[in-house]
């Protein structure tokens, strides 16, 4: 019985997050056409509310593009993947009506993320094309780099909290929220949380203006489809798992979550590319040392205490 209701409830999270994920394209576009002073989808239904099915229609009904040298089977698994380990990576937030109250969630959460290194590098080397292959390697080397920080700062709440249980982490913020204590590496967890989804002013994986759309170049229909639905639900996810980790979670962390949401979108309507030289140095020399140093400081007074 327990077995039927965790499946239940699954389907549902599902479900919820991929219309979710619909929305967010749509807001997206909208938010995109303001900053640029245009309207953004109007037309389809009433202010264009039914434009991502009717893009989703479009995209999935689509033949799909078999480059001649690619390597078949990494090829069309590559997008699947990407989008099951996504959704796989939402079982660990905690919900009202329960679902899976994990012990090690914070730790399963890196194993999801790191693991979209490979579907994400399949997906560019498999397309046997030089411009999805390079868009990967920069991909790769970019979220393996980022991922070294974003796992400090989630070692600093851990230290606070003594816990890698995303409740036990809620409950610790009772008085007083995580992001009062850890403003730096809240601020760093934002910017590497830019970096590892790929997004402007990270968005070398997909540099459309050297790369023709880098890593997902040779893909059209569903296989893009998926591609697009494994970024904006991880978008969506380190938004509101940003509304656990430092607001406490609960009605407030979800605000935060949608605020986050908007951010990430709003900064890539006004912001440009960043140098490629520049995002390692600010990750190995910059953020590395700030998190260790506050981590070590975080230690020594959670010892002291």
Request: charged share 10%; proline share 3%; aromatic share 20%.
């Given at each position: 019985?327990?077995?039927?209701?965790?499946?239940?409830?699954?389907?549902?999270?599902?479900?919820?997050?991929?219309?979710?994920?619909?929305?967010?394209?749509?807001?997206?576009?909208?938010?995109?056409?303001?900053?640029?002073?245009?309207?953004?989808?109007?037309?389809?239904?009433?202010?264009?509310?039914?434009?991502?099915?009717?893009?989703?229609?479009?995209?999935?009904?689509?033949?799909?593009?078999?480059?001649?040298?690619?390597?078949?089977?990494?090829?069309?698994?590559?997008?699947?993947?990407?989008?099951?380990?996504?959704?796989?990576?939402?079982?660990?937030?905690?919900?009202?009506?329960?679902?899976?109250?994990?012990?090690?969630?914070?730790?399963?959460?890196?194993?999801?993320?790191?693991?979209?290194?490979?579907?994400?590098?399949?997906?560019?080397?498999?397309?046997?094309?030089?411009?999805?292959?390079?868009?990967a390697l920069r991909g790769?080397?970019?979220?393996?780099?980022?991922?070294?920080?974003?796992?400090?700062?989630?070692?600093?709440?851990?230290?606070?909290?003594?816990?890698?249980?995303?409740?036990?982490?809620?409950?610790?913020?009772?008085?007083?929220?995580?992001?009062?204590?850890?403003?730096?590496?809240?601020?760093?967890?934002?910017?590497?949380?830019?970096?590892?989804?790929?997004?402007?002013?990270?968005?070398?994986?997909e540099g459309e203006s050297?790369?023709?759309?880098?890593?997902?170049?040779?893909?059209?229909?569903?296989?893009?489809?998926?591609?697009?639905?494994?970024?904006?639900?991880?978008?969506?996810?380190?938004?509101?798992?940003?509304?656990?980790?430092?607001?406490?979670?609960?009605?407030?962390?979800?605000?935060?979550?949608?605020?986050?949401?908007?951010?990430?979108?709003?900064?890539?309507?006004?912001?440009?590319?960043?140098?490629?030289?520049?995002?390692?140095?600010?990750?190995?020399?910059?953020?590395?040392?700030?998190?260790?140093?506050?981590?070590?400081?975080?230690?020594?007074?959670?010892?002291?205490?």
């Amino acid at each position: 019985m327990e077995f039927v209701f965790f499946m239940v409830n699954f389907l549902v999270l599902i479900v919820m997050v991929l219309i979710s994920v619909a929305f967010v394209t749509l807001f997206e576009r909208k938010v995109l056409g303001y900053i640029q002073i245009r309207k953004g989808p109007n037309k389809v239904s009433m202010v264009g509310i039914l434009q991502p099915f009717a893009d989703a229609i479009s995209l999935f009904t689509k033949s799909l593009s078999y480059p001649f040298y690619m390597n078949y089977y990494i090829y069309y698994l590559s997008p699947a993947v990407m989008l099951f380990m996504m959704l796989l990576g939402w079982v660990i937030y905690p919900l009202l009506f329960g679902l899976f109250d994990y012990e090690y969630g914070i730790l399963f959460f890196l194993c999801c993320t790191s693991f979209s290194v490979y579907t994400l590098f399949g997906s560019g080397w498999a397309s046997n094309s030089k411009y999805a292959l390079l868009g990967a390697l920069r991909g790769v080397a970019q979220t393996i780099s980022y991922e070294v920080s974003m796992a400090l700062i989630l070692l600093g709440v851990v230290i606070l909290s003594f816990s890698y249980m995303l409740n036990i982490i809620v409950k610790y913020q009772h008085l007083v929220w995580f992001v009062f204590l850890l403003m730096p590496l809240f601020y760093i967890w934002l910017i590497s949380g830019l970096a590892e989804l790929n997004r402007t002013p990270f968005d070398f994986a997909e540099g459309e203006s050297e790369l023709v759309s880098g890593f997902n170049v040779e893909y059209s229909g569903g296989g893009f489809a998926m591609l697009f639905m494994a970024e904006y639900g991880s978008i969506l996810f380190i938004s509101f798992l940003t509304g656990i980790l430092f607001f406490g979670g609960g009605y407030m962390g979800a605000l935060i979550g949608l605020v986050m949401s908007f951010t990430i979108i709003w900064i890539r309507g006004v912001l440009p590319r960043f140098r490629y030289d520049k995002l390692m140095f600010l990750a190995w020399k910059s953020f590395l040392p700030i998190s260790l140093n506050y981590i070590l400081l975080c230690f020594c007074v959670v010892l002291y205490l």
